[in-house]
C-alpha cells in the first residue's frame, strides 16, 4: 500500500523501560540495530500497526505497555535504490512513518523475540535514549533524529542534558571489528540478550552467516 508519493505507510517505536531506556534490537543475521517498525496494513490505523508490529517484534501485547506519545505528521525517509527489489523500482520511494514513544508494563523476560515463525531481531538490549546513529543504516538517521528529537519532550527533564551525545557516540571497537565480514568473530555489548536461530545453532556467530541461496 503506497500513497500517492510512492511512500509505505509505517511505524516507528520507541520502547521504554522504567530508566527510560529503549530497547535497541539486532537484526537477525546482520549488524544492524535499530528499533521495532512495521507497515500498516489496509484498513489499520497507525496504533493498531503498532500494538501488531510490537507483538511480532518483541513479543509484548497491548496490556504490555502503555503510549506515551506519537509524532504528530508523518516522517519521510527514501530508500536507495540498491535496497529496493526490482519490480517495485519506478514506483515505491520509501517509508512514511508514525513514531510512537511508549513504556514497557511487563518484566524484561516478557520480552520475546520469537513470537512468530519469522523474527526481525536475534538480539536486544536496553541502550541510552540517544542511540548512536552511527549504528543505524544511513538513509533512516535523519528520520531517527527527527522522532528521538519530537518525542524527547515526553521524558523526564533529566534526560535531555544527554541530548548532545546523539551525535557524539561511536561505536565499540568491538562493534567496528564485527563489521568486517559475515561469520567473523561475534561480541555482543553489555546488557544485550542473543535469542539464537534454532535453526542455525546455538553460537551467536552462527546466526551472522548468510542462507544459501
Known sequence: MLDREGF??????????????????????????????GGIDRGETPEQAMVRELHEEVGLMREHIRIVARTRDWLRYEVPDRY??????GHYKGQKQIWYLIQLLANDWD??????????????????????????????????EMALTELARYLPRSEHRNRFLRQ?????????????????????????????????????DAALRPHAP
Open 111 to 144: 520480552l520475546n523475540l520469537r513470537a512468530t515463525d519469522h523474527p526481525e531481531f536475534d538480539a536486544w538490549r536496553w541502550n541510552d535514549y540517544w542511540v548512536p546513529l552511527e549504528a543505524v543504516v544511513e538513509f533512516k538517521r535523519g528520520v531517527y
Open 168 to 204: 557524539g557516540m561511536r561505536p565499540h571497537e568491538h562493534d567496528r571489528d564485527n563489521d568486517a565480514a559475515p561469520g567473523a568473530a561475534f561480541e555482543l555489548p553489555p546488557g544485550a540478550t542473543y535469542e539464537p536461530d534454532p535453526q542455525l545453532g546455538a553460537r551467536p
Open 84 to 89: 529496493i527489489r526490482r519490480d517495485a523500482r
Open 8 to 37: 509505505r505507510p509505517n511505524v516507528g517505536i520507541v520502547l521504554l523501560n522504567q530508566r527510560n531506556q529503549v530497547f535497541w534490537g539486532k537484526r537477525i543475521r546482520t549488524h544492524s540495530w535499530q528499533f521495532p517498525q
